[in-house]
């Protein structure tokens, strides 16, 4: 990521390993901490349960200089949950200087940033960046218009080699025009989603 000039990881959903939180210190890449969301906001024990896991896994990072963001969730939740995941901030990491706020939340009074996932996000008073920006897939088995994706009928989840190339340039445009000093209303940037499956292979002696 570091040599492909990324500089910010968002980790999805839940709070990363510490090794994966350590070596982002190394490399000097930023990250979004989430502690646990359910895709949307919550209520009783559930939400309970949240806040202690937001609670728990600041102490645990707090002291890693690459957080910069935490994440109350992966959706959008109520003024009065943003409220209180801010003061859970406020408690355990007062002088940190991190953010907090969701996915959407765009418009929230509470939340210190937010972002959508499938369009360009401006603002002229907090960072909004794009959570989930292209996310077409590609399964690296095709190369090009002559050897098919499995489902035609699903081009943005079954890319090729080619057609995801020139869909990463038409993107990274859409960024380009909305970057910072080109008006009072900018986007932050956007981080781009890598759905990534680990193979275990075996082989017989």
């Not at 002291?63 to 406020?90: L, W």
């Not at 020139?166 to 209303?185: H, K, L, M, N, S």
Request: proline residues 4%; charged residues 30%; contains cysteine.
């Amino acid at each position: 990521m570091a040599e492909s000039n990324g500089n910010l990881v968002r980790w999805m959903h839940v709070t990363p390993w510490k090794q994966d939180v350590e070596s982002c210190d190394r490399a000097g890449l930023l990250q979004s901490m989430p502690a646990g969301d359910a895709e949307g906001d919550s209520k009783g024990r559930q939400w309970e349960q949240r806040v202690e896991l937001m609670r728990d896994a600041i102490i645990y990072n707090r002291n890693n200089p690459s957080i910069i963001f935490y994440e109350s969730g992966n959706k959008g939740i109520s003024e009065e949950h943003m409220a209180e995941m801010k003061k859970v901030r406020d408690s355990y990491d007062p002088h940190g200087g991190r953010a907090i706020g969701s996915r959407e939340m765009m418009s929230s009074k509470t939340a210190e940033y937010g972002g959508e996932m499938l369009y360009i996000d401006k603002s002229a008073t907090k960072p909004l960046w794009a959570h989930e920006y292209s996310r077409d897939e590609s399964a690296r088995l095709f190369w090009d218009n002559y050897t098919a994706p499995f489902h035609k009928d699903a081009p943005d989840y079954n890319r090729n080699q080619d057609s995801h190339a020139i869909e990463d340039v038409r993107r990274w445009f859409d960024y380009w025009q909305a970057r910072p000093g080109t008006g009072t209303r900018v986007s932050s940037g956007g981080v781009n989603i890598i759905f990534r499956l680990e193979y275990a292979l075996s082989r017989r002696q």
